[in-house]
T-cell receptor
Framework: DVKVTQSSRYLVKRTGEKVFLECVQDMDHENMFWYRQDPGLGLRLIYFSYDVKMKEKGDIPEGYSVSREKKERFSLILESASTNQTSMYLC?????????FGPGTRLTVL | GENVEQHPSTLSVQEGDSAVIKCTYSDSASNYFPWYKQELGKRPQLIIDIRSNVGEKKDQRIAVTLNKTAKHFSLHITETQPEDSAVYFCAAGITGNQFYFGTGTSLTVIP
């Protein structure tokens, strides 16, 4: 059974803070993804990674960066959090074409 | 890039009736079309998918159809039950590349 975990379910941060969201998968998947989910906008891809040390920009990378130092871990970084980054963040890993999502982190930026 | 549109955004049906959710896509190179279900407070999970070399796929009460010429695909749920209430997302993409998701359909099955 594939397991994708995220470091926090809920997070509250202040404007300007540096925020780290971590995602870990236990199935040795090469592909990992970060999405944000907003009502009426669906799932929008922020960044993805096909392998360790590799990263690719998705559709909305502005204001975000990522890190993938180990195969099982994919981190999303908000360098300076802003209120418009308040959202649900979903991590996913992929095997063949099936994406396995984490439980999500609801981030509120005050 | 790919553009996926999904309709309707909300759908209410009586228990036992059928529900249909439709998506269109723009990139004719897309060859993989998954559907994800997200129950309230839970993570999205794959429920069915279809590839471009197939016109229809069925799994018990759910089915997906694909019309490559018109660039649209649909999810059909028959004999709906209260546990089918959820948000459903369609997606389109090329195998091995990123997928593009629709904006979601909130389905409510009324007992």
């Amino acid at each position: 059974d594939v397991k994708v975990t995220q470091s926090s379910r809920y997070l509250v941060k202040r404007t300007g803070e540096k925020v780290f969201l971590e995602c870990v998968q236990d199935m040795d998947h090469e592909n990992m993804f970060w999405y944000r989910q907003d009502p009426g906008l669906g799932l929008r891809l922020i960044y993805f990674s096909y392998d360790v040390k590799m990263k690719e920009k998705g559709d909305i990378p502005e204001g975000y960066s990522v890190s993938r130092e180990k195969k099982e871990r994919f981190s999303l970084i908000l360098e300076s959090a802003s209120t418009n980054q308040t959202s649900m963040y979903l991590c996913a890993s992929r095997y063949t074409d099936t994406q396995y999502f984490g439980p999500g982190t609801r981030l509120t930026v005050l | 890039g790919e553009n996926v549109e999904q309709h309707p955004s909300t759908l209410s049906v009586q228990e036992g009736d059928s529900a249909v959710i439709k998506c269109t896509y723009s990139d004719s190179a897309s060859n993989y079309f998954p559907w994800y279900k997200q129950e309230l407070g839970k993570r999205p999970q794959l429920i069915i998918d279809i590839r471009s070399n197939v016109g229809e796929k069925k799994d018990q009460r759910i089915a997906v159809t694909l019309n490559k010429t018109a660039k649209h695909f649909s999810l059909h749920i028959t004999e709906t039950q209260p546990e089918d209430s959820a948000v459903y997302f369609c997606a389109a993409g090329i195998t091995g590349n990123q997928f593009y998701f629709g904006t979601g359909t909130s389905l409510t099955v009324i007992p």
